[in-house]
């Protein structure tokens, strides 16, 4: 709750259990007892304190104004194309936003951003996240984003991830834990993550992780090199 309210999302109403006290002043205090609390949250051992705060949506033109057509800054989103997974979802967003993504864009299909375990898996990130909900690969290639999406599968040639240019503006795709990309969406390049072990893939989480911190490096390598001249 504490991150949320750092973040500044607008507090809309407090239920606090009896003894505690509300976080803040703001918003609408209701007092309610251990037993309601209980039953009403999503945890086995709730904390004293629940809250409801405002949505905070990004809107798609201002997606369209950070793709490399209309931005130089060169910012890079992390896109998660039907994830299903909240645990997932969650661990995601975390990584995102701590190798300093500028936005997160979940497609149609994908679980709810806001659910209670997503938000958990989050742990806080995602209140500082930009969020951009529903929008589509299709909407984004029209926005000119250059969308890199993540395989296994050597026949659609990808490129191995360390050896991708992801210093410029680009949107990083990774898809449902189960069936992945589909090899017709408009992916730019596709990338994969080699592995010396008997295993097909990674998860989906660990291999956002790997590449979103991919990118941090990368980044600023280019920033360092950039400096010097």
Known sequence: MQAAIDAGLELIEQFVCEGAQPCVSAGEVHFISQNTLERVSTTVTPQK??????MNAGDVSTLRAMSPEHSSKAEWILVADRVADPGNLGTMIRSAVAAGASGIVV?????????????RAAAGAIFSSSLFLSVSLEQLADMKWPLLGTTSHEKLG???????????????????????????LPISQWITISHQGPVESLNVAMATTVLCFEVARQRKHHSSRASDH
Not at 158 to 184: F, H, I, K, T, W
């Open 107 to 119: 497609t149609p299909g994908t679980v709810d951003p806001y659910s209670p375990k997503v938000v």
């Open 158 to 184: 990808p490129m191995a991830y360390d050896e991708v240019n992801l210093a410029q503006g680009v949107a990083l795709v990774m898809g449902n834990e189960a069936s992945g990309l589909a090899p017709n």
């Open 49 to 54: 304190v629940l809250a409801i705060f405002a």
